[in-house]
T-cell receptor
Framework: KQEVTQIPAALSVPEGENLVLNCSFT??????LQWFRQDPGKGLTSLLL?????REQTSGRLNASLDKSSGRSTLYIAASQPGDSATYLC??????????FGSGTRLLVRP | DADVTQTPRNRITKTGKRIMLECSQT?????MYWYRQDPGLGLQLIYY???????NKGEISDGYSVSRQAQAKFSLSLESAIPNQTALYFC???????????FGQGTRLTVV
């Protein structure tokens, strides 16, 4: 059974810092991995989708990597801004085509 | 208009009442999902549907039922609501397994 873990649960950084959010999964037979952003009381916004055949995806200041052999994905945020403050969720698609979510990392970027 | 619309956005109901949460999408996707999110936790899958005739239970389906009325509509019902079903509920759609999932804005349900 696929399990997804995110560390740390919360992170506070000063504005301008580069940061890395971690996501690990137990089953390397992952179909793809998707990173989401969730603002308080709001829905999920898709940030990046990495297929199992890919190693990374980039969008603006965001870069996500996927290493199936080690069961890890990272989300790199460059030059963080207060507007990046949100909860970031990763979700892996298992062999039954279900999205399995981690519990998220709550990010605060201080001005 | 949002691609994935959930109604209602907020609902307070009493223990034992039947309640239905509705989801509609304009993306033309076959696959639809219902998730529940509890404070500080990730999303847990309740039910999912790969097409109108294909309904599957997720991790936490007990106490819930669903109906896929059309390709664009997927409803979640709580037959007899209980307080520990108080949570944020999300509907999601995707086109194929290798494409992005899109989420609605969520329904905040409180059972008192």
């Amino acid at each position: 059974k696929q399990e997804v873990t995110q560390i740390p649960a919360a992170l506070s950084v000063p504005e301008g810092e580069n940061l890395v959010l971690n996501c690990s999964f137990t089953d390397s037979a992952i179909y793809n991995l998707q990173w989401f952003r969730q603002d308080p009381g709001k829905g999920l916004t898709s940030l990046l989708l990495i297929q199992s055949s890919q190693r990374e995806q980039t969008s603006g200041r965001l870069n996500a990597s996927l290493d199936k052999s080690s069961g890890r994905s990272t989300l790199y945020i460059a030059a963080s801004q207060p507007g990046d403050s949100a909860t970031y969720l990763c979700a892996g698609m298992d062999s039954s085509y279900k999205l399995i979510f981690g519990s998220g990392t709550r990010l605060l970027v201080r001005p | 208009d949002a691609d994935v619309t959930q109604t209602p956005r907020n609902r307070i109901t009493k223990t034992g009442k039947r309640i239905m949460l509705e989801c509609s999408q304009t993306k033309g996707h076959d696959r639809m999902y219902w998730y529940r999110q509890d404070p500080g936790l990730g999303l847990q899958l309740i039910y999912y549907s790969f097409d109108v005739k294909d309904i599957n239970k997720g991790e936490i389906s007990d106490g819930y039922s669903v109906s896929r009325q059309a390709q664009a509509k997927f409803s979640l019902s709580l037959e007899s609501a209980i307080p520990n079903q108080t949570a944020l509920y999300f509907c999601a759609t995707r086109d194929r397994a290798d494409t992005e999932a899109f989420f609605g804005q969520g329904t905040r349900l409180t059972v008192v």
